[in-house]
């Protein structure tokens, strides 16, 4: 860590988010804080000055409707809305409350579940979503924005609504601050709370290993409700003094191309398909990206050939893999350019601020070429898990996350990620629980047997396959049983590989050999 990096480490603590802010503003009042698309269907771009402004109109707007210091907020609301999603966080966090983005993609079933798990006094969302979230969360205050809908209120807009209230300041470093969902082994997610300072040292790790300056705008492809969004690029970007640009949904490749140019956008960074499917755009259009120096992906290994695309069609651009988790930060490693394409699949080493360790099934430390599980220690970790403490003391011990993630020390020293000791599939980027999938597939009349395992998807890296066997004399619809996982799932949880078999291959256990289903699955043709 250079002196710059160190100065910058120790100005943040003890800072919250809202201090950082006021703090950018003040150094640099009139540079972009974020651009970001408004459910009023336009894009606000907000120097620091405004930004810090906005924050402080909602704040007060969410306290003169009863939010108060550790009060729990969720947000229901897609990209289309990420200026509102965006702002709200920020009146959350001056509150001292907690936000909490939920999955917009989810079933009913999830949604019940995951708001009957944070409790929400309060909802922000969209004229179009009232009704449902009304329905499968009553109890709370729903806020609609863009004005009352029925018994619902409305949203803060702090560019109409005022406000003539003192906010004192009661938020503090170590306060929970976020509540992010993220898929784990079980049939059920789990909501991961970080504070004020794991999100600013997510943001100096982040930034740092992906080389945000003050000079820069950073965008990307990310979901409010994931981790990437509050936690990674708003933080990476602020910390580090530079302007994040979000992208609507929907939003095609040309699309994200075209808000490069307009936006002046300097690094960009996403998940390996989205990346996979724009470099493939890029020759088809004229499209002006001599402002972007670093490409950033992770979520899954991007393969040589996209690596050695970028490297043809965009010369001048460096590219870093970013690996993390939500429970990390999402922080972890890197893979710096100088390495690319060479080490294309290592995840790289620790990022700024970070510690990364290999251990054996008794904790034990591993040695360079030993595979075992992934541990992750740094300021950016997480509290806990919300409202779970089994889970919490199993995952987080002794001042190490277990990723539940298998990898290996090359004799350089970089990490290689090997399997998922839990059962999640990764696709595009978008964690998935099979458990969860397997769950619903099992609530099917006629099946006896399922399971669900990852195959080799050329754009998304990992695609979802599910193999199932039937109740004697039953000949089960394979379209129905997909139409029914439709209905249970969000629609990139729902199936598109469908196998009927004889038999699941098993231990003498019992327990599924899914690493064989695996196998069995590749020497079926695609």
Known sequence: MNDAGMNLYNELHGLTVPALLRLRAARSPF????????????????????????????????HARGL??????????????????????????????????????????????????????????????????????PAAK???????????????????????????????????????????????????????????????????????????????????????????????????????????????????????????????????????????????????????????????????????????????????????????GPAGTFLPPWFLPRKAGCIGGAQPGCAIRVIDDEGRPLARGETGEIEFSGPSMALAYYNDPRATSAAFVDGWVRTGDIGRFDEEGHLHFVDRKKDIINRGGLKIASAAIEDVIYRFPGVAEAAVVAVAHRGLGEDIAACVVAAEGVRLDLDALQAHCARLLADYETPRRWHLLDALPKNPMGKVLKRELRDQLDEVKQ
């Open 68 to 137: 108060k210091k550790g009060d729990r907020l969720a947000l229901f609301l897609s990209n289309a809305a990420v200026r509102e999603g965006v702002l709200s966080a920020l009146g959350c966090y001056r509150l001292g409350a907690i936000v909490s983005p939920l999955n917009v993609r989810s079933s009913d079933d999830e949604l019940r579940y995951a708001l009957a798990l944070i409790d929400p006094g309060m909802i922000v969302t969209t004229h179009d979503a009232a009704a449902r979230i009304a329905d499968l969360c």
């Open 31 to 62: 540079k972009l804080a974020l651009s970001a698309h408004s459910a009023s269907g336009y894009r606000d771009r907000l120097s620091y000055a405004q930004l810090v402004i906005r924050m402080e109109g909602v704040a007060r707007g969410l």
């Open 142 to 328: 729903l806020l609609v924005i863009g004005g009352a809908v029925g018994d619902a209120g409305s949203w803060p807009e702090p560019e109409k609504e005022f406000h003539d209230i003192a906010l004192p300041e009661v938020a503090q470093a170590e306060d929970p601050s976020v509540l992010l969902f993220t898929s784990g082994t079980t049939a059920r997610s789990k909501a991961v709370m970080h504070c004020h300072r794991s999100q600013l040292y997510c943001g100096y790790a982040i930034g740092g290993a992906i080389g945000i300056t003050d000079d820069d705008t950073y965008q990307g492809a990310w979901p409010l409700y994931t981790s990437s969004v509050l936690n990674m690029a708003c933080m990476a970007s602020w910390v580090h003094g530079a302007g994040v640009v979000f992208e609507e949904v929907p939003l095609d490749n040309a699309g994200r191309l075209r808000l490069i140019e307009t936006e002046g956008t300097t690094i960009y960074h996403g998940v390996t398909s989205p990346l996979h499917f724009m470099i493939d755009e890029y020759p088809r259009g004229r499209y002006d990206l001599s402002r972007v120096r670093r490409i950033g992906y992770g979520g899954a290994a991007m393969p040589a050939e996209v690596i050695d695309k970028f490297t043809q069609r965009l010369p001048w651009v460096d590219q870093v893999h970013i690996w993390g988790m939500t429970e990390t």
